[in-house]
């Protein structure tokens, strides 16, 4: 069964840093492009990025490229989304998703990780 | 970058009656890279349609997608409780996804 499995909600403050994790399973991992999409509080979904583990390619919309970093942990199928100096408007659920094998759409998500971030 | 514009915002609607959502892009997008997401509250999304009219796996038939181009349209033939939901049309294109700002479907 393909799981995605992401880290617990966060409260910080602005100006911290911070990493959330993705948890892979039941698939390859090297093999599928991992992506984050962000949702903030009753808002659509935006695409942030996404990374190929088996070379660690990454690829970032342009709105959030330099805002993030995505990497990935083959070894233990884990993908990361990692802010360094957080802001009050970077609150909001961030969910890890697989895209398809052929086609360029997410077939599964993860449950999300809320962030919050206040002073 | 494409942008995908939903309509309508809101569609007040009753238990098995027919829903049609539209997703408007801005420029052509390929029909293979396009996609609809449904999403319920306090929940992710979950794949519906993929290559604009493919089920995804343990989609209800009564939900279908077509279209192609600029147009692409989600047909849920008869309304059941669990469908009552917020709907995402998706593309890639140009290395870029950009999602749809989302129709809700909700109990008139």
């Known amino acids: 069964e393909v799981q995605l499995v992401q880290s617990g909600a966060e409260v910080k403050k602005p100006g911290e840093s911070l990493t959330i994790s993705c948890e892979a399973s039941g698939f390859s991992f090297f093999n599928y492009w991992i992506g984050w999409v962000r949702q903030m509080p009753g808002r659509g979904l935006e695409w942030m990025g996404v990374i190929y583990p088996r070379d660690s390619e990454t690829r970032y919309s342009p709105s959030f490229q330099g805002q993030v970093i995505i990497s990935a942990d083959t070894s233990i199928t884990t993908a990361y989304l990692k802010w360094s100096s957080l802001k009050a408007s970077d609150t909001a659920i961030y969910y890890c998703v697989r895209r398809h094998g052929y086609s360029y759409v997410f077939d599964y998500w993860g449950q999300g990780s809320l962030v919050t971030v206040s002073s | 970058e494409i942008v995908l514009t939903q309509s309508p915002g809101t569609l007040p609607l009753s238990q098995g009656e027919r829903a049609t959502l539209s997703c408007r892009a801005s420029?052509?997008?390929?029909?293979?890279?396009f996609a609809w997401y449904q999403q319920k509250p306090g929940q992710a999304p979950r794949l519906l349609i993929f290559g604009a009219s493919n089920r995804a796996t343990g989609i209800p038939d009564r939900f279908s997608g077509s279209g192609s181009g600029t147009d692409f349209t989600l047909t849920i033939s008869r309304l059941e409780p669990e469908d009552f939901a917020v709907y995402y049309c998706?593309?890639?294109?140009?290395?870029?996804?950009?999602f749809g700002q989302g129709t809700k479907v909700e109990i008139k």
């Open positions: 998706q593309q890639y294109g140009s290395s870029s996804w950009t």
């Open positions: 420029q052509n997008v390929s029909r293979s890279n």
